[in-house]
C-alpha cells in the first residue's frame, strides 16, 4: 500500500478552528513567541521520557542525548525557506499525534479566545497560558509537518501535517530515532527566521534557562547554567522573573524567590518561589505540588513532596543536594534521614522569608494571604505540631482594623493590661459580625475582637486554644466576663426600661412561643445597643461542628441556646406594652419568632433565611394596617 493511500486527513475540533483564525490571518510583532512555545514543548517531552527511563530501561536509544536541535534547511533559491526543531523526547504514536495535535482543552481554547476578544492583546503575552502554544506555529508558518517516534520500540513513526486550515493529515513517516521532528515552511514574510543568529537570539530572550541543552545549529544557545547553583548576589530580579515563568510557564511575576546555598549540616542549593496566585492554572507546566529534587545537578524526581508540609505546597523551585545519591527510588527518597534535615532547613528559609515579607511589604504579604492564607490555616487542622509555626502569620479583620488586616501580634500589643484572652466573634463575612450584638459590651469598653468569618476559622477554632500564653475566648460565651477597663460613660439616663413584673410577662411570652428552640430566655447584662442575642451555654459540646455542618450543607439541627433580651432596647420597650394589652395578638407572636430568626441569621446559624420573608411580610401588613387605624 502506498504513502497516499495510507493517509488519513481529520477535521480539527470547532475550537481549534478559532483559535487558528486568529493565529493564522493575524500578523504581530512578537511571532517569535512560536520558538519559545516550541521549545518549551520539547522541553516537557525530554522530560517525559526522562522519568520514563528512570524505571524502564526497554525503550528505544535509551543512551541518546537529551536535547533540542533547530536547524536552518538548506534551500534552493526562490524556495520557500525552512527550518526545523527536533527534539529527543518522549515520542508520540499515531494516535497520540492525533490526540495532542487535533484538539485543544476547551476550557483553554475558550479562555484563549475570550481573551483575545477583550481587544488589542499580545498573543505573546497569554497564549502559552492556555494550552494553544503549538499553533502558534501557524503565524510563520505556510506547512507544518510533525514527524514523531515514540519511546516504545515496538512503535511506528507517523506524521502530521497541516497547512492551519480546517483540516490536517497522517500518513507513515520514516524516522529510526527516537522523539519529534517539527518541519516548518516559513511564510515569505516569515523568511527572517531562516537565520541562526536570530534563532539564538530568541532562545537566548524566551528559553535561556530551559533543563535541557538547545542547539541551534552546532551551538548551544542557550546557557541552561542552574540558576540555584549561582550564587544569589550574581543573580538580579529578571533573571528570577524569567527562570520561574520558564518552569512555570506561569506569566505573572512570583511574590518572592528564596535563594540560598549552604554547606552545613547538609550541602544545599535552593531556589524556591511564591506564586501570586494560590491555584496554577489547568495547563500550567508546572501541573502538580511539590519541588524539583536534584542531586548533582540531575533531576531525580520532578514533584517532591516529602521536604515541605502540604501546608507549603503553594511553594515551587528547586532543591538540589549533592549529599543525596543519584540513583535513588521514590521510597528511598521518602525514608532518607537527609530528607527531613533538607526539609527542616527549607521549611525554616521560607517561614523567614514570609515573615520579612508580612514586616516589610505588608501590602504584598497581604495578597499572599489572600491566596494561601487557607492553607496555613489547613496547616493547623491537619498538622497539630505546625500551630506554632503558622500561628504567627495569621491575619484577621477585627473592630479596631479599620478594614486592615491583623495580625495576632499586633492583636495583643494593643490589649490593656488588664486583658488576659484574645476575644473572637464567628460569623459569615465581616459585615454581618461587626454588627454583631455580641460586640456591644466590648465596644463599650473600647475593647478590641476579631473578626473569624473564614469558615476554616469554625474548623480549627478548637485546636487554636492559645497564642503567646493568651487564651482565645470566643464572645458569644453565656459566662463572660470582661476586664476591667476605663471607658467613657455612655449610659442614657433617658432610656426607657421595663418594669420588672411587665419584663416577666413579656420574658414569659417569649418562653412560651419559642418552646424548646431556646434553653432559657433571660435578661442580658451586656447589650447595649441590639434588642436580642444568642448565647451558648457555658460547656456547651460541639458548638462549632453544628456551624461547619451548616456551611457544608450537611446534616445540621439549630443548636439550642440562651436568649437574651435587653430590658432597655426601645423595640422591647414597645413589645412588652402590648404583651401587657394582648399577649395573645398575632403581632406580638410574629415579632418575637422574628427577633429569634434574625438572631440566628446574626449568628449564621439560620438553616434558611428566605423562609422569614413571608412572615416580614405579614409583619409589614400589620404594621400598615396599625398605620392606617391611627390617621383614620
Known sequence: MTTEEKQATYNFKTE???????????????????????????????????FESLTNREVLDPDVELAIHIDVVETEEGEPKKIIIKDSGIGMTEEELIRNLGTIAQSGAREFLAKMSEGDINPGDVIGQFGVGFYSVFM????????????????????????GSESFRIEPAEKSDRGTEIHIVLKKDAEEFANEWKLRQIVKKHSDFVRYPVYVGETQANQQESLWRKSPSDVDAEEYKSFYQQMTMDFEEPLAAIHFTTDAPVH??????????????????????????????????????????????????VVDSEDLPLNVSRETVQNNRLMMQL???????????LKTMSEKEPEKYEQFWQENGRSLKEGLATDPTAKEDVQPFFRYYSSKSDNKLTSLDEYIERMPETQEEIYYVLGDNKTTVANSPHLDPFKAQDLEVLYWVDPLDVLIAPGMMEYQDKKFRNIDDAGLELPDV??????????????????????????????????EVRESKVLKNSPVRLVYPQDAPNREMQRL??????????????FELNRSHPLLVNLAELVEENADSELVTLSIEQLYDSALVQEGLHPNPTAMLP??????????KADVKQDS
Open 16 to 50: 481549534v478552528k478559532q483559535v487558528l483564525q486568529i493565529l493564522v490571518h493575524s500578523l504581530y510583532k512578537d511571532r517569535d513567541i512560536f520558538v519559545r512555545e516550541l521549545v518549551s514543548n520539547a522541553s516537557d517531552a525530554l522530560t517525559r521520557f526522562h
Open 140 to 163: 510563520v508558518s505556510d506547512e507544518v509537518r510533525v514527524v514523531s517516534r515514540s519511546y516504545q520500540p515496538d512503535a511506528e513513526a507517523a506524521a502530521w501535517i497541516s497547512d
Open 268 to 317: 544545599l542549593r535552593a531556589l524556591l518561589f511564591i506564586p501570586a496566585k494560590r491555584e496554577p492554572s489547568i495547563l500550567a507546566l508546572r501541573k502538580e505540588p511539590g519541588v524539583m529534587l536534584y542531586s548533582h545537578n540531575v533531576l531525580i524526581q520532578e514533584y517532591c513532596t516529602d521536604l515541605l508540609p502540604t501546608w507549603l505546597s503553594f511553594v515551587d523551585g
Open 343 to 353: 526539609g527542616k532547613m527549607i521549611r525554616k528559609r521560607i517561614l523567614r522569608e
Open 486 to 519: 476605663e471607658a467613657e460613660d455612655t449610659t442614657e439616663d433617658t432610656k426607657p426600661a421595663i418594669e420588672e413584673a411587665d419584663f416577666n410577662r413579656l420574658v414569659g411570652k417569649f418562653v412560651t412561643t419559642l418552646g424548646d428552640k431556646v434553653v
Open 549 to 562: 455542618y451548616r456551611m457544608m450543607d450537611q446534616e445540621y439541627e439549630v443548636p439550642k441556646l440562651i
Open 615 to 624: 412572615r416580614i411580610e405579614q409583619l409589614m401588613l400589620l404594621a400598615a
